[in-house]
Structure formats: structure tokens, C-alpha cells
């Protein structure tokens, strides 16, 4: 293999290319959308599968050790002297490119079945791809800056695409919703650079992280800290996580690609990648392995009150993210990162699946609605059934591997309490995705039930389903799933499965080879608990939250009485849960109501008074100047010959009494 | 000429000339105001002569002839303005012509 040798003097022309492959096809699908008519998915779709096929062959190249350092490097630019620009591709990048282009393929694939009629089409590709493109810039960048520029350009890519829909108001505001909160962590990660660059005098990923010993502790925690709130930012933790679930409001192969397998998990990424810093700030460790925890926690818990089969899968998202923040947050790198790659197949696997239920359904989104949909869909059913099982962490399945690997990484980091949160969370996350496929997928189909049966309050959905949007031309009929949009969901579940297996063997598995070399070992006592007994209470607590859901959904009785039982539990929703623990309203209190005073201020106060005032007075002067001038202008001859007399007269005056003087 | 003290000079033209001034000022009709113009003008002329010949400076004549030259161009333009004035207004009150007013 020629890619052995390439990349350690720095040249990697290959990494380029992958970069800049799905730059090219946004460009194209973007100036020539409109000629480039139905080719524009086939194409943008290509540009993101040879970047992946390239990506496969930079293997060798990213997993090599030879010149002493990690990986293959491309230099870019110089920006300035002493900050150079480049690429660089080690096993975590590698990984993460992986992912990005190979699950982004299948994504973009399946938006060709899901997206066809649409008016926008070849907008969406052009999008999908700039997305793609901004990630890889995030990923494969050698330093802070480069990191930078990518974070902003994918919260931006997240914009346009949650906004896709732009005529509906709500896609708007939860376009609107996300860029902001994003923007939020960007500046922290802006601050991180500034103090990264002052205090090691570069922006290189190795350089900082050689010199990461000198800066100190103060310093270390705050460059830290500063890095996690545009981590939580960008992945939905506590308190930023808000605008997750309304980015659902995007087109379904949008919430799989961007807010499931890919940029969600950006956070994850950038603590992995400053893994360095991490371990030498105790503190900064207990602080995101605490709110990691505790997003879990909460995101399963908000997932049980969830109706909205997009909105319960968002929520799952932000627990599962939680666990990954959480694994990374701890120390346990490795955990962490499996848990993304598991998380990337199933996560897509749950949305798409869920997209084919949509889709066929003529965009009802509302599980209250579906019912009995195993024998309608049964492909669909499939799908969801092994994404749930691996998102459960059935043993055999994807996740069970990894999801143990966070937990016990808890425990072994010396965090007892987030590993009995992760537990707990496990048992939670069971129940609500098992809720969510019993009452889509078993009884009998509610499509046609009146929703005020259902107990659906929403005053959108109340009376009037199917009247929410109304991106589709061709009107909400049902839709038989196009073979583009199956083949990716079969193929996604070949990892979903099989993927956690990777993971098996503790410190001999592939995965751990993989990365040896790449995260900062600490030697740590034995945990208190044995892996093997973790396994065994998660598993038994899984069952548990299983057994509830089957028993509350599933059972002969509560099928046939389901919509009784629906209603039941759609009116008593505690009001908690219903406004998701009021973190809205709480942001609303501490930051927009102010930003709104400031802004009342601004508008009733100084605006009108000061600035507007001060142009509004001029203005009056020059008036009133005018005014007093025009009163001379009479018109008359003899008035103005009356003037000249007396100016004449003042002068001789003045010439009279100033020669007098003289 | 015989010996007139020079502030009999300075008292005639002055009084020549605000009578030039309040024809100006008081009267409507342009062309008797034109006339009361060249009171001023002759006024002027008188001092230049008188000056002149108390310091026996010819440079007084000059400025004389200059004067009635530029006198003799004011009231051709004026009693062209005048013309226009009564085509246009039918009448030739000062007063009435004040479309500049501001």
C-alpha cells in the first residue's frame, strides 16, 4: 500500500480531496440546481461516496506511526507566522471522517427517495453537502482555528437545513432557535482559541497540547470550560440542549444525518480531541462528566412524555449524547468514542426507519396516530425493532457494547454516582423506546380515530391532522417507500447490529488497537464493580424498563383499549414533563425577557431620545434657521433697499466710531 | 470759483443724497425711484468734485466720469426691468412685484 509512506512529510493530497469532494458537489448543486433537475441527488450523493471510498483507502495513511507522529498531515496556508493551516488524519479523525461520509452516503441516498417532488430539491443536496463539507473541515482540521471555521460553518449548515421548509413559521424559528444557541458556543470555543493561542503561542493541535503542561491549572480549567460550552452547545447538553428537538422541524434524513449521527456529536469529538487538556483538569472532568450525566438523565426522562415520533428519537438523542459527553468527560475516551460510532449506525438507522413511517404515512409524525403499523410496514418495522434493540443494549447488539463501556469507564474513573445515572438512565431509555415501537407498531391503526380521542390538545393538530405544512406539492398522499429508501435502512442495519462486536475483548479489541496511541492512559485502580457484574445490572435494569413499556403497552389489553388508554395518559401528563422541565421558560427568564428589556430600552429610550433626538434637534436648528432667514425675504423692492440703507449706515457707523478710536 | 468752505460741499451733497435715499424708500413708482437713484449718483459726483479740487487732484474727474458712465448702464438696465415689469404686470407698483417672497 502506497498510503503507508504518503502523509508523514507532510503532504497528503488524498485528505484534500475528501475535504473538498463534497465542497465541489454543494457548488454544483447550488449553481446549477434549477438544470441540473432530478441529477442533483445522484450527484451530491457520489460526491459524498467517493469522499468516503478515499476515506477507506486513507486507512493505512491515518492509523500509521511512522515519523513519530500519529497519522497523515497536510499543510494548507500559513496564515500567520507561526500559524500554519492543515489537515490532519489520525485514527479519531479518521473514525469520525468514516462516519461523516459512510452514513452520510446512505443518508443522502435515502434523501432521494424522501426528498423527490420537493420544489427545493437540488437546494437540499447543495445543503446536505455544504453540511458535509463543514463537518469534514471541523474533523480533519490540525488546529483550533481550523476547528473554529468548521464549528461555525456546520452551525450554519444546521440552519439552512433545519430551515429548509422555510414557509413554515415554526421551521424558522427553530432554524432561528439552534443558530443561536450554537453561536452561544462558538464564542466560548472563540475565547478558548484566544487563550490557547496567548498562552502556548499556537494554534496546532500538538503543539498546545505539548505544552498544555505549562499553563497551569486556573488556565487549563477555564480554556476547558471555555471549550465545553461550545461543546454543549453544539450537542444539546444541559442547559443548551433546547433547540434539539425543534430542529426536528427539518426534513427526517436532516434529524439523521445532523442532528443524530453527525454534527450533534461535535461536542464529543472536540473533548476526544483535546483529551490532552482534559486529563490534566480534574475539575473540568467532574464538570462535564456530571452534566454528560445528567443530560442522560433528563433527555430519557423528557423522552417517556414525548407523543411526536421524531421528538421522542431527539430526546433519545440528547440522552445517548449525554452518555457520550459523559464517557469523555470522565476520562474514558475510548467509551466515549464507541459509543458515537454505535450510536451514529442505530441513531441514522431510528430516523430513517422512522422516515419511512412518516413518509408513507403522508407526514404524520404523532405515534398516537400510527398503531398496527407492523403489518402495514413491516420493512419499516424491522428497521425500528433492531435500532431499538441496539439503542436498548440487547446483548449482541451495537450498543450494549459500548453503552458498558461508558458506564463501567464511570465507575473506573472514580465516579460512582454517574455510573449509577447511567444505569438508571439505561433502564429509562428501554421504556421509552420500547413505548414508542409498541404504540406505533402494535394494535390496531388509529390514523382515522378522532385525535380528541387521542387526548391531542395541540391546538396545530387538533381536528385538522395532516394540515401542519405544506412543503409537498403534491399534497400528503401516501407514499410506498422507494428501494433508495430501503436499501440504506437494510444496509444501516448490518452495523447497528454487528458493530459493537468491534468493541469486544476489552484492552485486545480492535477498537482499543485502534486507538492505541491516541488518548492519554491512566493507570487506575480496579473498579469496585467487575465489568462482567455491570453488564449484568444494566442488562437486568434494561429488562426492567422493557418489561414496564410491555406491560403498559403492549399486553392484549392495553392494545385493544389503546386509545382509551392514549387519552388517559396524554391528559394526565404531569405539567413537568409537558414543559420539558421548563427549561424554555427558563431561558426565556434569564436571558431572553432581558435581552428584550435591554432591547425596550434601547428601542422607547435611547434610540428615539439620544440618538434619533440628537439628528431630529439638528434638524429643528437648521429649520428654524431657515425659518428666520426667510423672514427677510419679503419680496419688496423697498424693504431690501431698506436694508441696504441700513447696512450701509452700520458701516459708517462702525468706519465713524473704529476711525474715531484710531 | 470763489472761496465756499468745503463743508457746504459735504452738506449739499449729503442732502442731495438722502433725498435720492427717501425717494428710494418712499416712493412706488420704478421710474421715479430710477430718478431718485441718480440723486445718489450726483451726489457722489459732487463730493468727487469738491474733494478734487480742495486737494487740486485731477484723479476726482476720473471718478466723476466713471460714475456717470455706470449711472448712464444702471438706467438703461433699470428702465429695461421696468419695461418687462409693466408687459408682464400691467402695472408698474413696486410693491405688487414681490413673487420672491420667501
Known amino acids: 500500500m502506497i498510503h503507508h509512506v504518503m502523509g508523514v512529510d507532510g503532504t497528503y493530497p488524498l485528505l484534500v480531496a475528501i475535504w473538498l469532494l463534497p465542497l465541489a458537489g454543494a457548488i454544483l448543486c447550488w449553481a446549477f440546481g434549477p438544470r441540473l433537475g432530478k441529477l442533483a441527488g445522484p450527484l451530491g450523493s457520489a460526491a459524498v461516496g467517493i469522499a468516503f471510498v478515499l476515506t477507506v483507502l486513507s486507512w493505512g495513511a491515518g492509523t500509521q506511526t511512522a515519523g513519530g507522529a500519529l497519522g497523515a498531515h497536510q499543510s494548507l ?94 421551521a424558522v424559528a427553530a432554524a432561528r432557535k439552534a443558530f443561536v444557541l450554537n453561536v452561544v458556543g462558538d464564542v466560548g470555543i472563540m475565547f478558548a482559541v484566544f487563550a490557547v493561542a496567548a498562552l502556548a503561542g499556537s494554534v496546532a493541535f500538538g503543539d498546545v497540547f505539548a505544552k498544555s503542561g505549562g499553563f497551569g491549572t486556573p488556565a487549563l480549567l477555564a480554556i476547558c470550560v471555555a471549550l465545553f460550552i461550545g461543546a454543549a452547545a453544539k450537542s444539546a447538553q444541559i442547559p443548551l440542549h433546547t433547540w434539539l428537538p425543534d430542529a426536528m422541524e427539518g426534513p427526517t434524513p436532516v434529524s439523521a444525518l445532523i442532528h443524530a449521527a453527525t454534527m450533534v456529536t461535535a461536542g464529543v469529538y472536540l473533548i476526544a480531541r483535546c483529551a490532552p487538556l482534559w486529563s490534566k483538569s480534574p475539575d473540568a472532568q467532574l464538570l462535564v462528566g456530571a452534566i454528560g450525566g445528567l443530560t442522560a438523565l433528563v433527555g430519557a426522562i423528557l423522552g417517556t412524555a414525548q407523543w411526536d415520533i421524531k421528538r421522542i428519537l431527539a430526546y433519545s438523542t440528547m440522552s445517548q449524547i449525554g452518555y457520550m459527553i459523559m464517557g469523555v468527560g470522565v476520562g474514558a475516551y475510548e467509551g466515549g468514542v464507541a459509543h458515537f460510532f454505535t450510536h451514529a449506525f442505530f441513531k441514522a438507522q431510528l430516523f430513517l426507519g422512522s422516515g419511512l413511517v412518516i413518509h408513507a404515512l403522508g407526514d404524520e409524525q404523532d405515534v398516537r396516530k400510527m398503531g398496527g403499523l407492523r403489518k402495514k410496514l413491516p420493512f419499516a418495522f424491522v428497521a425500528m425493532v433492531t435500532g431499538v434493540l441496539a439503542i436498548c443494549g440487547i446483548p449482541g447488539f451495537s450498543g450494549f457494547f459500548s453503552k458498558d463501556r461508558v458506564i463501567q469507564g464511570a465507575l473506573e474513573h472514580g465516579h460512582p454516582w454517574l455510573y449509577a445515572v447511567g444505569i438508571l438512565t439505561a433502564g429509562i431509555t428501554a421504556y421509552y423506546m420500547c413505548r414508542m415501537l409498541f404504540v406505533a407498531f402494535l394494535g390496531d391503526y388509529r390514523g382515522d380515530v378522532d385525535p380528541s380521542d387521542l387526548g391531542m390538545r395541540h391546538p396545530e393538530l387538533a381536528g385538522t391532522p395532516f394540515a401542519a405544512d405544506g412543503h409537498d406539492e403534491g399534497g400528503h398522499h401516501e407514499h410506498a417507500p422507494a428501494w433508495y429508501m430501503n436499501v440504506p435502512v437494510g444496509l444501516l442495519v448490518v452495523p447497528t447490529v454487528l458493530a459493537g462486536w468491534l468493541m469486544f475483548g476489552g484492552e485486545n479489541s480492535p477498537w482499543s488497537r485502534f486507538f492505541a496511541g491516541q488518548f492519554p492512559h491512566a493507570t487506575l485502580p480496579a473498579a469496585a464493580i467487575p465489568e462482567l457484574a455491570t453488564t449484568g445490572i444494566v442488562l437486568a435494569v434494561v429488562l426492567a424498563g422493557i418489561a414496564v413499556a410491555y406491560a403498559r403497552y403492549a399486553t392484549v389489553t392495553a392494545t385493544s383499549g389503546a386509545v382509551a388508554r392514549l387519552r388517559d395518559e396524554s391528559i394526565r401528563m404531569p405539567a413537568v414533563l409537558t414543559n420539558l422541565f421548563y427549561f424554555d421558560a427558563a431561558i426565556d427568564l434569564l436571558f431572553v425577557r432581558p435581552a428584550q428589556l435591554l432591547g425596550t430600552i434601547f428601542g422607547r429610550l435611547l434610540d428615539p431620545h439620544v440618538i434619533d433626538g440628537g439628528v431630529r434637534d439638528v434638524a429643528a436648528a437648521a429649520r428654524w434657521l431657515g425659518a428666520l432667514a426667510r423672514s427677510f425675504q419679503t419680496g419688496l423692492l423697498r424693504a431690501y433697499a431698506l436694508f441696504i440703507v441700513f447696512g450701509a449706515l452700520a458701516f459708517i457707523a462702525y468706519y465713524a466710531l473704529a476711525g474715531g478710536a484710531r | 470759483m ?101
Open chain 1, 77 to 170: 496556508i500559513s496564515w500567520l507566522p507561526g500559524f500554519d493551516l492543515g489537515l490532519l488524519l489520525d485514527p479519531l479523525s479518521l473514525l469520525w471522517t468514516a462516519i461523516i461520509c459512510g452514513v452520510g452516503f446512505l443518508i443522502h441516498v435515502y434523501s432521494i427517495g424522501y426528498m423527490a417532488g420537493d420544489r427545493a430539491f437540488a437546494r437540499f443536496f447543495a445543503y446536505l453537502n455544504f453540511f458535509v463539507f463543514a463537518m469534514l473541515t471541523l474533523v480533519l482540521s490540525d488546529n483550533f482555528v481550523g476547528l473554529l471555521v468548521g464549528w461555525g460553518l456546520v452551525g450554519l449548515a444546521s440552519y439552512f437545513l433545519i430551515g429548509f421548509w422555510f414557509e413554515k413559521p415554526s
Open chain 2, 2 to 102: 470763489l472761496d465756499v468752505a468745503i463743508t457746504n460741499y459735504v452738506a449739499l451733497s449729503a442732502t442731495i443724497f438722502f433725498i435720492g435715499v427717501a425717494g428710494v424708500l418712499l416712493r412706488r413708482n420704478p421710474l421715479i425711484m430710477l430718478m431718485s437713484i441718480e440723486l445718489m449718483w450726483n451726489a457722489a459726483n459732487l463730493l468727487f468734485l469738491a474733494f478734487s479740487r480742495m486737494w487740486t487732484n485731477d484723479a476726482g474727474h476720473v471718478f466723476a466720469f466713471l460714475v456717470i458712465t455706470v449711472a448712464a448702464a444702471e438706467a438703461a438696465i433699470g428702465l429695461a426691468i421696468v419695461v418687462i415689469v409693466f408687459r408682464n404686470a400691467q402695472n408698474v407698483d413696486v410693491d405688487e412685484v414681490a413673487s420672491l417672497r420667501g
